[in-house]
């Protein structure tokens, strides 16, 4: 009774089987979420019964392709890069190293990049790209090499204007961002030659803002943009762009043990850049406002001076360096600074300054002709003293040992 009971079950699924697998030879596509519920609901079909996909799946997905199969994140990329990378150049430089211990010379060549920014030639690059360099070419998308001659430098802010005298028509300047308007997360592209292979485009997004970037000894840049796009030796130089093909920043340096990319690279913002190319085409320097101190001595209380220009504006408004004792011992006289008498810089306008980078920074926002006060501790007491910044060059502020 038992056999015959089995055997009457098995014959019963076998047909209900048989009649489910004839339907669905002839049944429509099924729905992809619907067969994907039952599923879950019912387990694993087994070998031999994958999960249908429906024939309009293939119309669902088409929709993330326009008509050259690209999706549009891709097709971003290809259009910026295919509109802009003509106003990358190549750049390539010849230096003479001297060893001083055989007295030998010998030739070093460097690599970097550069942004078209006019019809005139003009091209964007940074200061370490070129410095010290007796000879720069530069390769266009075409190919073609031009000998380039540096019109203007700011070695505070690795900023370096060169021009080359090519046809216009092969010139295409970049458009010019607004840095300021960045935001952390937004998607950029680097273009450059990294390890000399020319106009190579990568992709990332702004990991940070308003980073603290050391580019010349004691001046610090504090609005750098870090990013996490591939930048490598030869990027340097090169632009970084938003997604409208904008030019938003200038690509100088990776925080890397290898020297190799590591995820982590920074751009100058191009609003610095902004402010200092129209004096670098116009003048080849940019003329820094002057506050007349030469050099200061960081203490733990401020910055104390230690060496004013002689009738300078800070002399001039009543500030005060050490005083010079002299004294004579017999045939001989001893000279000696008493630093007790000299100011101590703790303010600028108001705002604290702990560092010659702080006070460089407080100064060099200011244009030559406008005013200051620096707040000085003389005699224990705080003092207020009006400077009006002089015009001209920059005299660099040296610091000395830590006292």
Known sequence: MRFF??????????????????????????????????????????PGFPL?????????????????????????????????????????????RVDSFFLTESTAEGTGSGSVIDKTGHILTNWHVIADARNIGV????????????????????????????PPE??????????????????????????????????????????????????????????????????????????????????TAIASRTG?????????????VARVVPELITHGRVFRPEVGIQRVF???KGLLVERLTPDGPAERAGVRGPTLLRQRRGPFVFERLDRSTADLIVKVDGKEVKSVGDFREAIESRKPGES????????????????QLAGGPPKPVVPGTRL
């Open 170 to 251: 092969v010139l295409f300047p970049l458009t010019m961002g607004d840095s300021g308007k960045l935001k952390v997360g937004m998607r950029v592209l680097a273009i450059g030659n990294p390890f000399e292979l020319e106009r190579t485009l990568t992709t990332g997004i702004i990991s940070s803002l308003n980073r603290s970037l050391e580019v010349q000894e004691n001046w610090t840049i504090k609005s750098i943009i870090q990013i996490d796009a591939s930048i490598n030796p030869g990027n340097s130089g090169g632009p970084l762009l938003d997604l409208h093909g904008r030019l938003i920043g200038i690509n």
């Open 260 to 272: 190799q990319s590591a995820g982590v690279g920074f751009a100058i913002p191009v609003d610095l």
């Open 52 to 96: 249908v996909v429906p024939a309009r799946a293939e119309d669902d997905l088409a929709g993330l392709f326009n008509a050259e199969g690209l999706t549009s994140e891709e097709a971003i990329n290809v259009a910026v890069y295919e509109r802009l990378h003509r106003s990358v150049v190549n750049i390539t430089t010849r230096s003479i």
């Open 5 to 46: 009971t089995g055997c009457l079950c098995s014959a019963v699924l076998a047909s209900v089987f048989t009649a489910w697998l004839i339907d669905s030879r002839h049944a429509g596509p099924i729905d992809v979420m619907s067969s994907a519920v039952a599923q879950d609901r019912n387990g694993p079909r087994g």
């Open 298 to 300: 960081e203490t733990e």
């Open 372 to 387: 200051v006060t620096l707040t000085v501790i003389r005699d224990g007491k705080a003092v207020d003293i009006r400077v």
């Open 139 to 166: 390769t266009l998308f075409n190919g073609e090499t031009y000998e380039a001659s540096v019109v203007g430098y700011d070695p505070p802010n690795d900023v370096a204007i060169i021009r080359i005298d090519a």
